[in-house]
């Protein structure tokens, strides 16, 4: 059942890539949104559109903040969170600002969701599958995690402990949680600073500099366009048979790097190469990547009548348009 129009939904990481998108769609179909965000990977110009908007607060601050968190969530009637260290190189490069965020910033969101019992929706993620290159992976696909001393691990093995914590609480204390596992998400306002793969190719073939492909390009994902996971998130939100659950979200459609490289050079249109970069170079000694991540969806699908509409043309064409114009390149 919808949530009554005109509830208040606190969104952490609201001015980020997806909490601004589903900011928007909450907006616009009659909702209030109080974002709490600390600008630290989300940006202002993500949401400078709808600041000014009478049903929309924005806070800036941490969810380390436990007296804001409290406080916001105690005005709100169900929450979002969002809020996380995200990006495999942000993870790499600063593994305790993301093991902190992700564990404790969690906690004390899940904390105070349960002080007012208010429903809450935990975004979680694919790497928990770790190396699990079986496909499509399931909910209950199990988990294949490399060394606690590969760093990558660390944010994996964090969001498992905020899904497990999320569960603890719906089980003991009856409070009303839904996980949803997001999948790579791609289209605009994503940032190519922290290491995802479609605005940073994108960006190079726009500005016409060879396309770097990490290790030999045969690893695999999927790519969801941001509306298709906002529209999942509210259909979940929307649901009360959710609750308690734990969902993947995400497009079947899978592809290689190197497919994908040639996908955005032919797209775009431009004159570069491809640049192969081992990982130790990309990354740091020890990486580990993962070869394959396809997931499987058809809880999600059999639950609310979800399906993702955007094709992969969509999201390419979506993401050079925002980059074309970032970067003062016109529209062909
Ligand atoms: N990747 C790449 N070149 C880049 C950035 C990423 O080849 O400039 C690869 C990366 O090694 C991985 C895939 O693209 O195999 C997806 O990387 P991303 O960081 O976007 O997401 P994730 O690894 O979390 O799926």
């Known amino acids: 059942m919808r949530n009554p129009v005109g ?7 609201g001015s980020g890539f997806i909490g601004s998108h589903l900011t928007d769609a909450l907006l616009a179909r009659g909702d209030s949104v109080v974002i709490l965000d600390n600008l630290s990977t989300g940006r202002v110009a993500n949401i400078e559109h709808a600041i000014g908007h009478p049903r929309l607060r924005f806070f800036h601050g ?3 903040d436990e007296l804001m968190v409290d406080e916001l969530v105690h005005q709100c009637d169900v929450v979002v969170h969002l809020a996380a260290a995200v990006g495999v190189k942000l993870i790499v490069e600063q593994p305790l600002r993301s093991i902190t965020t992700n564990i404790r910033g969690s906690e004390i969101v899940i904390e105070a969701a349960h002080r007012y019992r208010r429903k809450i929706l935990l975004t979680s993620t694919s790497e ?3 190396k699990n290159s079986d496909g499509p992976l399931t909910e209950l696909s199990d988990r294949i995690l490399g060394s ?3 760093v990558r691990w660390a944010y994996s093995t964090a969001k498992a402990v905020d899904e497990i914590l999320a569960n603890a609480y719906h089980k003991e204390r009856g409070l009303p949680t839904i996980i949803v596992r997001l ?3 791609v289209g605009p306002r994503q940032s190519p600073a922290y290491g995802m793969v479609i605005p940073r190719l994108v960006r190079q073939a726009v500005a016409g500099v060879p396309l770097t492909v990490y290790g030999d390009g045969t690893q695999t994902r999927c790519f969801a366009h941001v509306a ?4 999942a998130l509210l259909r979940l939100l929307d649901h009360d048979q959710a609750v308690g659950q734990t969902f993947n979200v995400g497009c079947d459609e899978e592809v290689s790097i190197l497919e994908l490289a040639k996908h955005i050079i032919d797209q775009v249109g431009t004159a570069s190469g491809i640049d192969y970069i081992p990982y130790a170079e990309a990354y740091e000694e020890g990486f580990e990547d993962m070869a394959r991540r396809v997931p499987e969806t058809s809880k999600i699908r059999a639950l609310t009548g979800w399906a993702p509409r955007r094709t992969f043309t969509d999201i390419l064409a979506d993401t050079i348009a925002e980059a074309r114009e970032d970067m003062g390149v016109p529209r062909r």
């Open 148 to 150: 606690p001393a590969v």
């Open 128 to 130: 928990i599958y770790g």
């Open 7 to 13: 509830s208040t939904f606190l969104i952490t990481g």
């Open 228 to 231: 298709d996971v906002v529209d």
């Open 62 to 64: 941490s969810v380390l």
């Open 183 to 185: 999948f790579n998400t």
